[in-house]
């Protein structure tokens, strides 16, 4: 257990890396202005050596010139170390002398300056020191205060990964019990638990995992959807099927009536006659009769399989829900009128994000608040004829457009379309509907009404709907 926990621990100090060195030089007036040229964005390294009329992007390219030396081919360790160290020291220089420059402020938010990122750097001077420590020769002096600092860095970083480190140590967990004992698979396990740690410490990917997680329930969730509506629809046909068999069978029972009133006239008038009963002609008639008469059997058959069969569909519980959600939500507009005809999809009504929220905000504003007000109201009257055994609850789901946004408050259409569901929520639970019956929930650009692309189509996919679920 000792191997494997040190095997763990060496295999999250590669992945994670570790705080970068201090600040060692002198510091310009944090407010200073600057008159830089600003580089094209994607400029390399050479590009930005003839710009250098400005002390910034000289700073740029010694930094630059630095990593390449990091970077070379048969660097020692050690070297290698100094280099990124050296970088990360004129990045401090450069920041903290102006602040205000273009470079800096593309440092500052973690965005890439040409093929440039600063996210990288760090990460490869984390793995750097880690190697020029391991060395058994020419290691830094100062190895003991690196790693340590770097050990504390991983422990902030993992803070704000927290509920997925409690995941992986499940996960973790689990994988021991599973070997029972047999060592000889520890460092497999150990490589995997490796790999898991790698992706608490990239960020990236973790989002894109994460994106594609949700696509992946939003999908599963659109087919059930889809299966709940086929239920309904087949109840439907089922009932309809119904109806027609009834209205079948009570024109073959007339019929039927008809032809026996028939056959006993025709034998009346049939036995009157000098020559006695004509046989074939009431043999005719007997033939129809019988006819008729085993048609209303497989008729009344035929009716009461469908009727069983509308029974059983009535009776299914992913029926009982559509019913449930959309006369629910049919009760509340009857109520409220809180939305219009086109607002109506089904089992969701639909918001128009130009009625709740300002463009790129997600403020409510004063039109989409009273709109709120009425469906709060219709809500809180309608809520009461659910049956009490039905765990119901609002899901609000918020979409955007393609376009993307990128401001500080929202880094991308997630976000925004989260922050408007989230706005929703509490304005609705402020009007007295309670948490617990709420759901907030983001789809992004991911699920467009309208794949178009004209402003029209924009419009349309920027909403926020309500969907009455069973929980």
Same mark, same amino acid.
């Given at each position: 257990?000792?191997?494997?926990?040190?095997?763990?621990?060496?295999?999250?100090?590669?992945?994670?890396?570790?705080?970068?060195?201090?600040?060692?030089?002198?510091?310009?007036?944090?407010?200073?202005?600057?008159?830089?040229?600003?580089?094209?964005?994607?400029?390399?390294?050479?590009?930005?050596?003839?710009?250098?009329?400005?002390?910034?992007?000289?700073?740029?390219?010694?930094?630059?010139?630095?990593?390449?030396?990091?970077?070379?081919?048969?660097?020692?360790?050690?070297?290698?170390?100094?280099?990124?160290?050296?970088?990360?020291?004129?990045?401090?220089?450069?920041?903290?002398?102006?602040?205000?420059?273009?470079?800096?402020?593309?440092?500052?938010?973690?965005?890439?300056?040409?093929?440039?990122?600063?996210?990288?750097?760090?990460?490869?001077?984390?793995?750097?020191?880690?190697?020029?420590?391991?060395?058994?020769?020419?290691?830094?002096?100062?190895?003991?205060?690196?790693?340590?600092?770097?050990?504390?860095?991983?422990?902030?970083?993992?803070?704000?990964?927290?509920?997925?480190?409690?995941?992986?140590?499940?996960? +973790?967990? %689990? =994988? !021991?019990?599973?070997?029972?004992?047999?060592?000889? $698979?520890? #460092? /497999? @396990? &150990?490589?995997?638990?490796?790999?898991?740690?790698?992706?608490?410490?990239?960020?990236?990917?973790?989002?894109?995992?994460?994106?594609?997680?949700?696509?992946?329930?939003?999908?599963?969730?659109?087919?059930?959807?889809?299966?709940?509506?086929?239920?309904?629809?087949?109840?439907?046909?089922?009932?309809?099927?119904?109806?027609?068999?009834?209205?079948?069978?009570?024109?073959?029972?007339?019929?039927?009536?008809?032809?026996?009133?028939?056959?006993?006239?025709?034998?009346?008038?049939?036995?009157?006659?000098?020559?006695?009963?004509?046989?074939?002609?009431?043999?005719?008639?007997?033939?129809?009769?019988?006819?008729?008469?085993?048609? +209303?059997? %497989? =008729? !009344?058959?035929?009716?009461?399989?469908?009727?069983? $069969?509308? #029974? /059983? @569909? &009535?009776?299914?519980?992913?029926?009982?829900?559509?019913?449930?959600?959309?006369?629910?939500?049919?009760?509340?507009?009857?109520?409220?009128?809180?939305?219009?005809?086109?607002?109506?999809?089904?089992?969701?009504?639909?918001?128009?994000?130009?009625?709740?929220?300002?463009?790129?905000?997600?403020?409510?504003?004063?039109?989409?608040?009273?709109?709120?007000?009425?469906?709060?109201?219709?809500?809180?009257?309608?809520?009461?004829?659910?049956?009490?055994?039905?765990?119901?609850?609002?899901?609000?789901?918020?979409?955007?457009?393609?376009?993307?946004?990128?401001?500080?408050?929202?880094?991308?259409?997630?976000?925004?379309?989260?922050?408007?569901?989230?706005?929703?929520?509490?304005?609705?639970?402020?009007?007295?509907?309670?948490?617990?019956?709420?759901?907030?929930?983001?789809?992004?650009?991911?699920?467009?009404?309208?794949?178009?692309?004209?402003?029209?189509?924009?419009?349309?996919?920027?909403?926020?709907?309500?969907?009455?679920?069973?929980?």
């Amino acid at each position: 257990m000792m191997r494997f926990i040190s095997a763990f621990a060496v295999a999250l100090l590669l992945a994670t890396g570790a705080a970068y060195a201090q600040q060692d030089t002198k510091a310009k007036p944090a407010g200073a202005e600057t008159t830089d040229a600003v580089p094209a964005e994607g400029a390399s390294a050479e590009t930005l050596s003839c710009e250098c009329d400005t002390e910034v992007n000289a700073l740029f390219v010694t930094i630059l010139d630095n990593i390449r030396k990091a970077e070379a081919v048969g660097v020692l360790p050690l070297e290698r170390y100094r280099f990124y160290r050296l970088a990360l020291r004129g990045i401090d220089q450069l920041v903290d002398r102006y602040p205000r420059s273009w470079i800096a402020v593309r440092i500052l938010a973690d965005q890439p300056i040409g093929n440039f990122y600063y996210g990288s750097l760090k990460r490869r001077f984390r793995l750097a020191a880690v190697e020029a420590c391991g060395a058994e020769k020419n290691a830094p002096e100062d190895c003991r205060t690196v790693l340590s600092e770097h050990l504390q860095t991983i422990v902030v970083e993992l803070r704000t990964v927290e509920t997925r480190v409690v995941q992986v140590q499940e996960l +973790i967990t %689990r =994988l !021991e019990a599973s070997f029972n004992g047999q060592v000889d $698979r520890i #460092a /497999a @396990l &150990s490589t995997e638990v490796g790999s898991l740690r790698a992706q608490l410490a990239s960020g990236e990917q973790e989002k894109a995992d994460l994106n594609a997680t949700i696509a992946e329930i939003q999908a599963l969730a659109d087919r059930f959807q889809r299966n709940l509506r086929n239920a309904a629809t087949k109840r439907r046909e089922a009932e309809v099927e119904r109806d027609q068999l009834q209205a079948l069978l009570e024109s073959e029972k007339q019929r039927g009536e008809d032809l026996s009133t028939q056959l006993v006239a025709a034998k009346a008038a049939l036995e009157g006659k000098s020559g006695g009963v004509d046989r074939a002609e009431m043999g005719r008639l007997q033939g129809q009769l019988l006819a008729a008469t085993n048609r +209303i059997n %497989r =008729l !009344e058959g035929q009716l009461a399989k469908a009727n069983e $069969r509308a #029974a /059983a @569909l &009535s009776e299914r519980e992913d029926v009982k829900i559509i019913d449930y959600r959309t006369d629910f939500l049919a009760r509340i507009n009857e109520l409220g009128g809180v939305a219009g005809e086109n607002e109506i999809q089904g089992e969701r009504i639909v918001f128009s994000s130009e009625v709740l929220f300002d463009v790129g905000k997600a403020t409510l504003r004063a039109a989409g608040k009273k709109r709120l007000d009425a469906f709060a109201a219709a809500v809180k009257q309608a809520a009461p004829e659910i049956p009490a055994d039905v765990n119901w609850a609002l899901q609000i789901d918020g979409h955007t457009d393609i376009r993307p946004i990128s401001t500080a408050q929202f880094p991308s259409n997630w976000e925004l379309s989260i922050a408007r569901a989230i706005s929703v929520v509490h304005y609705l639970n402020s009007k007295g509907i309670p948490y617990e019956r709420l759901v907030a929930a983001a789809h992004a650009e991911f699920h467009p009404r309208d794949r178009g692309t004209t402003e029209a189509a924009y419009q349309k996919n920027r909403r926020v709907e309500v969907r009455f679920l069973e929980q």
